[in-house]
């Protein structure tokens, strides 16, 4: 348990659920809170899957509005705000490389900074009535903690655009059209169909899980070689123990 944020481990999941009254405003405190949760789910080995909820009226509605104030308040304010969005760039890079699926689930609304925290995970399911939305532009600013880059790299710079460009709002049901969302289902069935997910996930070998993870990641950076890695990790996965048992059991139950 941190601040404004409770954590539950339930097998190979750890269950981080952000309770900031009364939107999980991100704020610097909301921020080393989910921070601290990333450290703990990368340090015990026994999780594979780090699942992200609210308890909240919002999954996140954003920055704190607080800090926006401040911001504008004195000549140092915009520095101060500038480095929260460092902060929160940091914390989203660290949940899209780590080395476990991390799940975002989605019941409410989901905006700017909330959506960028979403965006970052390499899963997301959503309410049908969720409101999820970068609405940065209405107020001169932009989605700065990574959702330009990670809306366009995910559904291209046509939606992007349309959602970054027209400060747009969209429920559940568009997003996963639009593919911001792998899966959309209506609110009341969301909790366990999120919880189904992240144990689906979970079963998987928590190596292999994070090999794929590299690799995929490699398909959209230029400066890596996609088809290396692939020989690279393959290769680790072959002395992998977990690797090497699930191999032989497959084997053994195929010849009997």
Same mark, same amino acid.
């Given at each position: 348990?941190?601040?404004?944020?409770?954590?539950?481990?339930?097998?190979?999941?750890?269950?981080?659920?952000?309770?900031?009254?009364?939107?999980?405003?991100?704020?610097?405190?909301?921020?080393?809170?989910?921070?601290?949760?990333?450290?703990?789910?990368?340090?015990?080995?026994?999780?594979?899957?780090?699942?992200?909820?609210?308890?909240?009226? @919002?999954?996140?509605?954003?920055?704190?509005?607080?800090?926006?104030?401040?911001?504008?308040?004195?000549?140092?304010?915009?520095?101060?705000?500038?480095?929260?969005?460092?902060?929160?760039?940091?914390?989203?890079?660290?949940?899209?490389?780590?080395?476990?699926?991390?799940?975002?689930?989605?019941?409410?609304?989901?905006?700017?900074?909330?959506?960028?925290?979403?965006?970052?995970?390499?899963?997301?399911?959503?309410?049908?009535?969720?409101?999820l939305g970068l609405p940065e532009a209405r107020l001169g600013l932009l989605p700065g903690a990574g959702g330009t880059q990670r809306l366009t790299r995910?559904?291209?710079?046509?939606?992007?655009?349309?959602?970054?460009?027209?400060?747009?709002?969209?429920?559940?049901?568009?997003?996963?059209?639009?593919?911001?969302?792998?899966?959309?289902?209506?609110?009341?069935?969301?909790?366990?169909?999120?919880?189904?997910?992240?144990?689906?996930?979970?079963?998987?070998?928590?190596? @292999?899980?994070? @090999?794929?993870?590299?690799?995929?990641?490699?398909?959209?950076?230029?400066?890596?070689?996609?088809?290396?890695?692939?020989?690279?990790?393959?290769?680790?996965?072959?002395?992998?123990?977990?690797?090497?048992?699930?191999?032989?059991?497959?084997?053994?139950?195929?010849?009997?």
């Amino acid at each position: 348990m941190t601040a404004f944020v409770s954590t539950r481990r339930i097998g190979h999941v750890l269950v981080a659920t952000l309770s900031r009254p009364p939107v999980n405003a991100l704020d610097d405190k909301l921020i080393a809170a989910l921070d601290a949760v990333v450290d703990r789910a990368i340090d015990d080995t026994g999780v594979a899957v780090l699942h992200l909820r609210s308890d909240q009226r @919002a999954f996140s509605a954003g920055a704190d509005l607080a800090l926006i104030e401040a911001c504008f308040a004195t000549p140092q304010g915009p520095d101060a705000m500038t480095d929260v969005v460092r902060k929160m760039q940091r914390l989203y890079w660290r949940l899209e490389s780590a080395p476990l699926v991390t799940l975002a689930e989605i019941d409410t609304l989901a905006l700017g900074g909330g959506l960028e925290l979403a965006l970052a995970c390499d899963l997301r399911v959503a309410a049908l009535e969720a409101r999820l939305g970068l609405p940065e532009a209405r107020l001169g600013l932009l989605p700065g903690a990574g959702g330009t880059q990670r809306l366009t790299r995910l559904c291209g710079p046509g939606v992007a655009k349309r959602l970054i460009l027209g400060a747009e709002l969209i429920d559940g049901a568009l997003a996963e059209r639009l593919g911001l969302v792998q899966w959309a289902v209506p609110r009341e069935q969301l909790a366990d169909f999120a919880r189904d997910i992240a144990s689906r996930y979970a079963a998987m070998p928590k190596a @292999a899980l994070a @090999a794929n993870k590299r690799c995929i990641a490699a398909a959209t950076d230029p400066a890596r070689d996609g088809y290396a890695d692939e020989i690279v990790e393959t290769r680790t996965l072959y002395d992998h123990p977990d690797t090497r048992l699930r191999v032989s059991d497959f084997l053994a139950k195929r010849t009997h």
